[in-house]
């Protein structure tokens, strides 16, 4: 990361205490905002904190969907930490959701996903990144609304996962959801990051620094 930047952790100091979802600020154990390298050319985002996110407050750690990410970015060359780390050590990459906070039985209503989305777009305005990796169904289309010029009903994760989407100043990676996900699925996903991302120039002309 940055010299500039001092901590993975809510980098961007966004509020640890929002109340702005009433169903979900009494249930949430914390709010977990984005974590990881502000100037990643990577982002990947979920719908929502797991149950062992939810607990340490930073995405995808405490449980083995954390696990399954995790080992993913230490594969793709992103985290120099074990899979199992608390407090991931990532570079060139960040790690965020729709909605930061997790009601433990049921999924995000749309109308907490709409109320959230600030932080998101923040985040991504403020980052810049070259690729988004929307994970699951919910988050590819709420994406593809902002990001793609086909219609969100278009897209179809299990068909989409792994393969590249071109996007309007990003392009799209789509997965499919940790827990959902075959070892072989997660394969075919290193497999096209390392072949058809990482093997060509990526990098739009964005006027990045170098690296
Ligand atoms: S889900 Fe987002 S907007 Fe809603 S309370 Fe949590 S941080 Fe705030």
New binding site residues.
Partial sequence: MDAEQHTLENPFS??PD????PG??DV?EN???GYGDVGGEFVFVAE?PSSGADENGIPFTGDEEGERLQRILGDLGFSRSDPDSDEPDLQNVFLT?L???RHPERR?TDE??L??E??LNAEIRMINPEIIVPIGQRTLEALAIDYTTRAPDSFDVTEEHATTIRGRGFELVPMLELDEQTDDDTEAFVEHLRESVFGRDYRQTKGRRGR
Avoid: G
């Fill in positions: 966004m509020d929002c109340e702005n979802c979900l600020c949430r709010v977990v905002h929502r959701y909605t930061r906070c995000p907490e996903i109320t959230c600030p932080y």
